[in-house]
């Protein structure tokens, strides 16, 4: 193996490593705060929040599709007080989107909320409209994460990831276990503790942007990005419309026995998660540096630990998903398990597209 191959499969693997304990540790919380959910919300209240979720997770595709991905490609060839106002431009950008729609959906939530899931009988205010409180703040996350990425700087994603966690540890069980508020403390304590990620975003890259909106600087982003759009909502389709369809032909209850067993089977999109975010930039830094041909050599032998780790994942996933679920969780969730395999499946055929 060549010393330009070796080196790029080390320090993929050594940014691998970083990105696996971030999301082990967001996994491991994200568990633990589905142990939680289970105990203080029953299937019903669990189907609600699989509803909500679709709801909010659509409008975060919304706002931040336009410049998804394109981060990545800019911020390599501009230098300077340029790649900042580049930054600075995408930021404000996307949250004014956010804010504007924000301000549509609001408007006329409750109808919208009526056409879109008319079986659940469920209002607008407060639940949905403190999710898109939610999503606004969690707008910043992927241009944030982007930069770090870039820079193959995991150690900073691997922070976020930990203060995040424990800002949100610390509010939801004030709302949902101490304050016993239910689906509604739960949100209420998700939307305090996304507020002030918000601004911990901003403090991480504030040597990385300046706040002035150049739009020469952002339209290459915009139209490198417009093509990006179809597959985002069709990745949307295929990892959210079961819970959609769903919708029209069950009860709640077992729309929140499907979402649950989908949280534990999308452990296997974090593991691909893990090695995209890992090769990504590498790969990016190297089309710069490199000829195509010889990137594409380095990148040959990189794939091949990755589909043997993804694999090893995969079937670790389903043999144990039952057993995890009969240990640690309340029996209305039991069927559940069932869901696991198929979900998984569909993650790791997704990371093989990737």
Not at 12 to 32: C, H, P, S
Not at 235 to 261: M, P, Q
Request: glycine share 6%; net charge positive.
């Amino acid at each position: 193996m060549a010393p330009q191959t070796l080196m790029s499969v080390k320090i993929v693997l050594k940014n691998t490593v970083f990105y696996a304990v971030a999301n082990a540790y967001q996994r491991g919380f994200n568990f633990l705060l589905l142990f939680v959910v289970a105990m203080f919300l029953n299937a019903k209240d669990y189907g609600h929040l699989a509803l909500i979720n679709l709801f909010s997770y659509f409008a975060l595709t919304i706002v931040t599709s336009t410049i998804h991905g394109s981060t990545f490609r800019f911020y390599v060839d501009l230098k300077g007080d340029e790649r900042k106002r580049f930054i600075g431009s995408s930021l404000l950008f996307v949250i004014t989107s956010g804010f504007i729609l924000v301000v549509l959906i609001t408007v006329k939530g409750q109808y919208l909320i009526s056409a879109l899931f008319p079986k659940s009988n469920i209002s607008f205010y407060p639940l949905f409209a403190i999710s898109l409180g939610i999503m606004f703040f969690t707008i910043p996350q992927q241009i944030v994460n982007a930069i770090f990425r870039i820079k193959e700087k995991p150690k900073y994603i691997l922070f976020l990831v930990i203060f995040s966690s424990t800002v949100m540890a610390i509010f939801i069980s004030l709302f949902l276990i101490v304050f016993r508020q239910g689906l509604k403390g739960l949100l209420t304590g998700q939307l305090i503790a996304a507020f002030v990620i918000f601004w911990a975003y901003f403090y991480m890259i504030r040597k990385e942007f300046l706040f002035k909106f150049e739009w020469k600087l952002f339209k290459p982003a915009l139209l490198f990005s417009l093509p990006l759009i179809p597959y985002l909502f069709l990745d949307f389709i295929r990892s959210r419309a079961g819970i959609y369809i769903l919708e029209k032909f069950v009860e709640t209850g077992k729309i929140g026995i499907y979402f649950f067993g989908a949280n534990i089977g999308f452990a296997m999109s974090a593991i691909v998660s893990t090695f995209a975010a890992a090769y990504s930039p590498r790969m990016f830094n190297l089309l710069k540096e490199e000829p195509l041909n010889k990137v594409k050599e380095e990148f040959k032998k990189i794939f091949l630990y990755i589909y043997l780790l993804m694999l090893t994942g995969f079937a670790f996933i389903c043999l144990f998903s039952e057993d995890v679920i009969i240990l640690f969780f309340p029996a209305m969730y039991y069927d559940s398990y069932t869901i696991v395999p198929i979900i998984t499946l569909s993650c790791f055929l997704g990371g093989v597209y990737l």
